[in-house]
């Protein structure tokens, strides 16, 4: 997991445990606030499957070279974990379709694209006697409602020539990466291991090219309304990064219903209806309506408590005075803060 480096920086420490929990996909509010500060919250979700004791072994490997430090569980760069993280920068695969990231389940994505395109491929020999990619349920479900709904006379050649298309917009190594990777009649694709050997780059390396290229693939796909990608992608993808739950409220929120009466409505518990209004905070930064929360005298009381001290540093001050929801108003100022004034949005490099 040489690509962990890449989350970390030199001026800011940062909770080696929230990384692994953006890395799984473990959402909590806290989580999602951290990654914010941290500029990861694109890699929510990227190894959804690695263990504790894995993430432990690869902090351990970074620490024994001397490339950070950590201290009460919060890892830094050093010096030399600074050049090594840009000598990474420049001889590794960069991503650039990290915007989708967050609207999908990548992995499912890359399943079910791989599983579409041998179902086209099949079909345009009228071959029906195949073993399927994937046997997971909901993957062979969602392929086969989809293919259902297909215009048969067109499905080929559109599907065909909106993969095409986005090929065009890669490298010749980045298309033959993609292609080589589909199965198809009597072709049965390359797996990662193979695909790392043959174009001399290690397997994390092609793990995280796959996992980029397929989501921008989707997101062309999401792009061609009405399409064979696009009926095929859109089901897996949302409008935005929240919760489904943490939307509605925000829907309601944005209908200028309060607190109290988002609660009644949907039958949630007012701690509830506050943690999905931060993470809407979080998601929709500057464009989130702070001053509907936080009134101007609670903002100005907040920039006393807290001054000009970096947020990263804060720590919450409860005073006698303070109602039940003063951590709600602290956490929803430090984003507010973090979006929408002159203050440092990161502490990276």
């Excluded at 941290?38 to 959804?48: D, H, K, T």
């Excluded at 420049?90 to 990290?98: D, F, L, M, N």
């Excluded at 297909?150 to 190594?173: H, M, P, R, S």
């Amino acid at each position: 997991m040489d690509y962990l480096i890449m989350l970390l920086s030199v001026q800011q420490a940062r909770r080696i445990r929230v990384i692994e929990n953006i890395l799984v996909n473990k959402r909590t509010v806290a989580t999602l606030f951290w990654g914010m500060r941290y500029q990861i919250l694109p890699w929510l979700g990227y190894r959804r499957k690695v263990s504790r004791r894995q993430f432990d072994i690869v902090w351990q490997n970074l620490l024994d070279a001397g490339l950070i430090t950590i201290v009460e569980q919060q890892a830094q760069l050093t010096a030399r974990g600074e050049a090594q993280q840009r000598q990474f920068y420049s001889t590794h695969y960069q991503p650039r379709y990290q915007a989708a990231y967050l609207l999908m389940n990548v992995d499912q994505v890359i399943q079910r694209l791989l599983l579409a395109t041998q179902v086209v491929s099949e079909y345009s020999y009228e071959s029906r006697q195949y073993a399927p990619f994937s046997f997971n349920d909901d993957d062979l479900r969602a392929v086969k409602q989809w293919f259902t709904h297909q215009n048969k006379a067109q499905l080929v050649l559109t599907y065909k020539q909106e993969l095409a298309d986005f090929l065009a917009t890669l490298t010749d190594e980045e298309a033959d990466f993609m292609v080589s990777q589909f199965i198809g009649h009597e072709v049965a694709g390359e797996a990662l291991t193979q695909l790392a050997d043959r174009l001399a780059i290690d397997v994390e390396t092609a793990r995280l090219m796959q996992y980029d290229l397929f989501a921008g693939l989707a997101q062309y796909g999401l792009h061609l309304k009405g399409g064979a990608l696009y009926q095929l992608i859109a089901p897996m993808s949302s409008l935005t990064p929240m919760s489904n739950s943490a939307a509605q409220t925000y829907t309601l929120f944005q209908q200028r219903l309060s607190i109290q009466q988002i609660s009644r409505t949907r039958r949630l518990k007012i701690g509830t209806v506050r943690e999905h209004l931060l993470e809407a905070a979080i998601f929709e930064g500057a464009n989130f309506p702070y001053d509907w929360v936080l009134s101007s005298s609670q903002q100005t009381q907040l920039a006393t408590r807290y001054g000009d001290e970096q947020i990263d540093h804060w720590q919450f001050q409860e005073q006698e005075t303070d109602t039940a929801d003063a951590f709600f108003y602290f956490r929803l100022y430090q984003i507010m803060r973090s979006f929408i004034s002159s203050d440092d949005h990161t502490g990276t490099d």
